[in-house]
Structure formats: structure tokens, C-alpha cells
């Protein structure tokens, strides 16, 4: 196969996609970056791509986003952890129409392939119920139940992807991330996951001298977490293959929440006393990702330790903090 000389990169302000820009530049690759924020609070922002500020809810600034690009990985999204989502569902839904028209874009522009984030989240809530999740196999999507807001607008758009390409020839790929962690990504102001949460505060109470921090639930809902690097690997492997059905592209090594924070406090060399808080958002009671199909048809999946990835992430936070924190208003260079 071919490679393509120019990729869009939608979403590039933000967490994974600042980090798929900085992989395809190093790469070669030409790139154009697209993001509706300012660029100023891009989290990662390279003077080697194309940077362009546009609102992709909007059809026309799609069609302007993907002319001349011929492969797409469409990581825009309206969306944060479960206290976002939770409480911003018709936001979320919103995402369709970044969704709908840059497929339409890419259709039109004669893109070649087309890459869709979607989302564990795309899993019932009947197969979530209990914290020894054995791990969602991609069947498991349908009946569907999935979560409220969020979880349907990917589900539809992932059945959209599907249908572009039987009726229309456009290659797409779909990856359903799960939990996905490392530098450069949202640690506070609300939109922030659960990784990035507790390391925030237990900096926050390394730095003050609090001995206890607020854990959302009870702490035994289990999850597992993906550091950036393998999603990026996992991501263009995807791209790359002929797998044409949607695909967990996630860990299987599960935790609780409360191991999270061991690990956490681990790394930060503090105790802290727990306070639960039980009415707060939680999602699902137990996640996490069966790699059988990723293994059988990449010998592959994700595999790098979550106290490895951990390390890292703490120690980006941390320095963002201390130094007054907030996005790196910098522009890389390669
Ligand atoms: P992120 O919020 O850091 O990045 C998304 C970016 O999309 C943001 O920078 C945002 O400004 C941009 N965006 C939002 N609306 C836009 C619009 N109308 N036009 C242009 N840009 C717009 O999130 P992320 O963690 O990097 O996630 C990337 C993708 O992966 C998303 O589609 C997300 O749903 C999916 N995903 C992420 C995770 C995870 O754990 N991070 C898990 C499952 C799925």
C-alpha cells in the first residue's frame, strides 16, 4: 500500500491528537492540524504541520480541513471523563456532526482511508455490572445499551463509518479506545479522566500538606488504562491494516480505582487517608478490553505497564503545577 504524502489530523489541540501530530511529523509525513481552540491552548503544537483553527461542526470548514489530505484520523470530539459526559450528554451527542461531515468531507475530497476514535464506551451497561469485568469482546457492543449521551453518539457513528465504506468505497478504520493516559493531556477544569485526576490530587496535596483527597464511588470499580504510546502504535496499525470491523484498541491489565491510587501515591512517596465520595459520576462498575481480536489480527495489543505510564504522567503533571501549570503555550519544532 502506498503511503499517503499529506494526513489530517482532527482534534490536534487536544491529548491524542497532539501526540499522533508529533509521531506522523517525526515520522515524514506532511500534516495538517485542526482544532476549534485557539492554538495558543493547543497541548502540543508543531511549526512543521499545517496548524488551523476551525470549528468541524461546520460542513464548509470540513471540506476545507481534508482538501488535498488523503488519509484522515478524525480525533475531534466534544468530550472529557465521566463527570463531563455525564452531565454534558446533548454536547456530546454534538459530535455527530464533526463526525457526519467530515466523513462527507473525506467522501467528496477523495480521501483514501479514514480513522474513527471511538470509545469502550460503545459497551452496555449489562455487561459492565460487576467489577471482575472478564474483558468486553467486540460483540459484546450489540443489543445495544450503551452510555446514555456519549457512548451512542460514537456507536452511531461508528455504524456510520461502516456504511461509508460498504455504499461508498471510503476505506474507514475504527478503534474503540479504552481509558487512554499520558502527558500533554487535561488534568483539571473538568474534562479531566480519572489518571490525570488522581494524580492532580495528590500533587495538590503533596504541595499543600492535606493528608486526604476525594476518590469518586467507592474506589473498587475496576478499569484498565492505555499509555498514550501504545494508542498511537495500536492507532496506525489499524490505520494501516485491512481490518474494516471495529476493534478494542485498549489494556487488559485491570486495576481498581483504589490500585490507581496506590500506584499513584507509590510514585508520589505519600499515604493519603481516602474520602469517598459515593453520589459522584462513576460509570460502569467494572471495564476493561479483550485483546484476542487485536492479538489474532495484529499479534500485537497494548502492553506497556500502567506504573510505567504512570511515572510518566505523574511527573508531566507535577512539572505543569509547580511551573503554574496550564497548556505548554510553546510551538515545537521538528
Ligand atoms: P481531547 O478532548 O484532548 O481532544 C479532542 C479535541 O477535539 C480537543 O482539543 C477539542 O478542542 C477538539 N474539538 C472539539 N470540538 C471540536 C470542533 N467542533 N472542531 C474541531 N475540533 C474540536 O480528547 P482526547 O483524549 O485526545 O480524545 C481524542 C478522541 O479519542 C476523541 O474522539 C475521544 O472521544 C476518543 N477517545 C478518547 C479516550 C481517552 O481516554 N482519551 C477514550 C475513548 C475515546
Known sequence: MSQPTKVLITGAGGFIGGHMTAALLQQGYQVRAVDIKPQWQWYQRFAAAENLTLDLREKANCY?????????????????????????????????????HMLVAARDCGATRFFF???????PGYKQQATENPGLQEEDAYPADPEDGYGWEKLFSERMCRHFREDFGLETRVARFHNVYGPHGTFDGGREKAPAAICRKIIAAKLSGADAIEIWGDGLQTRSFMYIDDCLYGAQAIMQSEIRQPINLGSAEMVSINQLVDIVEEIAGVRLRRRYILDAPKGVRGRSSDNALIRELLGWEPAIPLHQGMEKTYAWIYEQMISGGGKDAVVNHY
Open 64 to 100: 476545507q480541513a481534508a482538501n488535498g489530505c488523503e488519509w484522515i484520523y478524525n480525533f475531534a470530539a466534544d468530550m472529557g471523563g465521566m463527570g463531563f459526559i455525564e452531565n454534558n450528554k446533548a454536547l456530546c451527542m454534538l459530535s455527530v456532526l464533526i463526525n457526519t
Open 117 to 123: 476514535s471511538s470509545s469502550a464506551c460503545v459497551y
